[in-house]
């Protein structure tokens, strides 16, 4: 087990070294081939202090990279097991009710509302802000002191739902799709032949049989969750990995782009060296 611990390990690290590479071309490509920018990635000079508009208050590096990552991880606590929860009952639910096409009813709601133009959700989130907070949007001159901080809570959440939506849609699908897939065997007609019922062929066999498929799903949503921050924690404000990442494209911040790009591909690995282990187990 710590071997193989160990392997998943070095792999999810080679992982990384492979991105942060690539990272770092792409950035010489799009501001140096591109924008003609005269600042390489390999230049002293262009990994200077954290930008004033990055951060007001003065910071390093390490500092905002903490709190944007404290951010997004709230934001990540409310979706990840939101999805698979929806995911994992719904679809195995619809695939339960398969005759009835129920797996693309329950996802149709998610799917919808992940399509809803971001404009008209924003401007409800703001109107509600002001009448249940007193304060629209994302304002943070509300410091708390003690006791859970709601607010950022709040927040958090509001960039939580169109990040959980889509992603939920497609986990409620993918673990339908995996359960029909498996009650479609010739298997299933032997039990039958043996007196089995559905409900005993469906939740006794098919579900256990189809464990390490379903396992696999797990971390499947991530990625979509993950990039999906850096365009809803801009769009509404928040300030997370996904915002501090287009912040610093714009700014041609090589330092932010390096570092939020490492930091949200390091939570997709994690993700994945989590299913990795999950799924040696079984």
């Given at each position: 087990?710590?071997?193989?611990?160990?392997?998943?390990?070095?792999?999810?690290?080679?992982?990384?070294?492979?991105?942060?590479?690539?990272?770092?071309?792409?950035?010489?490509?799009?501001?140096?081939?591109?924008?003609?920018?005269?600042?390489?990635?390999?230049?002293?000079?262009?990994?200077?202090?954290?930008?004033?508009?990055?951060?007001?208050?003065?910071?390093?590096?390490?500092?905002?990279?903490?709190?944007?990552?404290?951010?997004?991880?709230?934001?990540?606590?409310?979706?990840?097991?939101?999805?698979?929860?929806?995911?994992?009952?719904?679809?195995?639910?619809?695939?339960?009710?398969?005759?009835?096409?129920?797996?693309?009813?329950?996802?149709?709601?998610?799917?919808?509302?992940?399509?809803?133009?971001?404009?008209?959700?924003?401007?409800?989130?703001?109107?509600?802000?002001?009448?249940?907070?007193?304060?629209?949007?994302?304002?943070?001159?509300?410091?708390?002191?003690?006791?859970?901080?709601?607010?950022?809570?709040?927040?958090?959440?509001?960039?939580?739902?169109?990040?959980?939506?889509?992603?939920?849609?497609?986990?409620?699908?993918?673990?339908?799709?995996?359960?029909?897939?498996?009650?479609?065997?010739?298997?299933?007609?032997?039990?039958?032949?043996?007196?089995?019922?559905?409900?005993?062929?469906?939740?006794?066999?098919a579900i256990p049989r189809a464990a390490s498929s379903l396992a696999s799903l797990l971390d499947r949503p991530v990625a979509a969750i993950v990039g999906s921050l850096?365009?809803?924690e801009s769009a509404f404000r928040y300030p997370g990995l996904g915002s501090l990442f287009v912040e610093s494209v714009r700014l041609g911040s090589y330092p932010g782009?390096?570092?939020?790009?490492?930091?949200?591909?390091?939570?997709?690995?994690?993700?994945?060296?989590?299913?990795?282990?999950?799924?040696?187990?079984?």
């Amino acid at each position: 087990m710590i071997r193989h611990l160990l392997q998943r390990l070095l792999v999810a690290l080679a992982r990384l070294l492979v991105l942060g590479l690539a990272t770092l071309a792409l950035i010489e490509f799009s501001f140096v081939v591109i924008g003609d920018s005269e600042q390489h990635v390999w230049s002293r000079g262009a990994y200077g202090a954290v930008p004033q508009e990055l951060a007001p208050d003065p910071f390093t590096w390490e500092g905002l990279i903490r709190v944007r990552a404290v951010a997004t991880a709230r934001v990540l606590i409310l979706v990840i097991p939101s999805v698979l929860l929806i995911g994992y009952s719904w679809g195995i639910l619809g695939a339960r009710l398969r005759r009835y096409r129920l797996a693309r009813l329950l996802a149709a709601p998610f799917a919808v509302f992940a399509c809803v133009p971001g404009f008209w959700f924003a401007v409800l989130v703001a109107v509600y802000s002001y009448f249940h907070w007193q304060r629209p949007g994302f304002a943070n001159d509300l410091v708390v002191e003690r006791g859970p901080d709601l607010l950022a809570w709040w927040h958090a959440s509001v960039v939580a739902l169109p990040a959980m939506a889509g992603a939920a849609a497609w986990q409620i699908r993918a673990v339908a799709a995996v359960l029909e897939r498996e009650t479609t065997r010739s298997w299933v007609r032997g039990y039958f032949v043996a007196g089995a019922n559905d409900e005993e062929i469906f939740y006794g066999r098919a579900i256990p049989r189809a464990a390490s498929s379903l396992a696999s799903l797990l971390d499947r949503p991530v990625a979509a969750i993950v990039g999906s921050l850096v365009v809803i924690e801009s769009a509404f404000r928040y300030p997370g990995l996904g915002s501090l990442f287009v912040e610093s494209v714009r700014l041609g911040s090589y330092p932010g782009i390096l570092l939020a790009a490492l930091c949200l591909a390091g939570m997709v690995l994690v993700a994945t060296l989590l299913r990795e282990l999950i799924s040696s187990r079984e």
